[in-house]
């Protein structure tokens, strides 16, 4: 994550544009939208942004949120509820600063929020936090998960009810600084600048049965172009970046990722959780503000993307989210949404 670079200067000629959706709600804002159908309705899980009144720079420091709040909706285009807060960083024993892009899951009666937040020598971990009821709130368990390092969880549990995490994000989500398996504090600020080899991967492991730790390796999530190779360092346009997620169409896997400093939506199929995955194409363009960070459900037969843009603000870290509909065009791929109508 970073925030000041290029986009801003196309702010202006966005804002003579009009949006493809209105922001789903108003009196706070919200960004990273998570989100998943529980007992029969749409609960989101996202960031709560805030002006805490930090520059901006590339590390992402601006993004200062210090709790999450939970919304609902009966249907796409009912009420939005917001939940109020379903979990303070003062509540997360181990928390320093940031409370990133959270995720939720269930299991057996508990619902699960997976969020990334800087512990208290300002490295990123993933803790998880439980409730009975979808909308929290949330207790945090006293330490981050085991193993867990980056942001940006996206927790995917597959038909047979196993789940996966995805996770990680490079920048200022510091996952160029677990390179060599441990966090380095000198390491580098952006990826590894090694640009002619294979770009950082996002990572995958398989969840516990009790949903609280990793049950086995983390792995990279392979990313090949239809040639077999694995995408480059210098692909800005292509390679991941941050905000993954996970859907399944058709007993296919959909890995879904933001470019970051190039600001797109990509996707890549695979046949198992675990990948590798072949790179398929862009399927969303830049949103409105440096960052852009989605997910995919679906909800009485229709698919539906949210994400978030600047449209309330202008700024890049106080967000809105939004949905639209996503299609899966006869040959799988998906077709290409434009954030703005022509
Ligand atoms: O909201 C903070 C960060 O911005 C997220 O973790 C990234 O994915 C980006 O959207």
Redesign the pocket.
Known sequence: ?TGCLSISQTFAQQKKQTYLAEPLIRSIYT??PSAHVFNGKIYIYP?HDIDAGIPENDN?DH?AMRDYHILSMDKIGGKVTDHGVAIDIEDIPWAGRQL??PDAAYKNGTYFLYF?VKDKSDVFHIGVATSKNPAGPFKAQPRPIPGSFS??PAVFTDTNGSSYMYFG?IWG?QLQRWATGKYDANGSKTDLGKDNEPALSCKVVKMSKDMLHFDGKVKDVIILDKQGKQLLTKDHDHRFF??SWMHKYHGKYYFSY?TGDTHYLEYAIGDKPFGPFVYQGIFMKPVQGW?T?HSIVEFKGKWYIFYHDTELSGKTHLRNIKVTELHHNADGSIAMIDPFKK
Do not use: Q, R
Request: no cysteine; proline share 6%.
């Open positions: 994550i960004a990273d960031s992402g993004f990133w892009a990334p942001i940006d994000g989500g941050e905000g933001s960052t960070h």
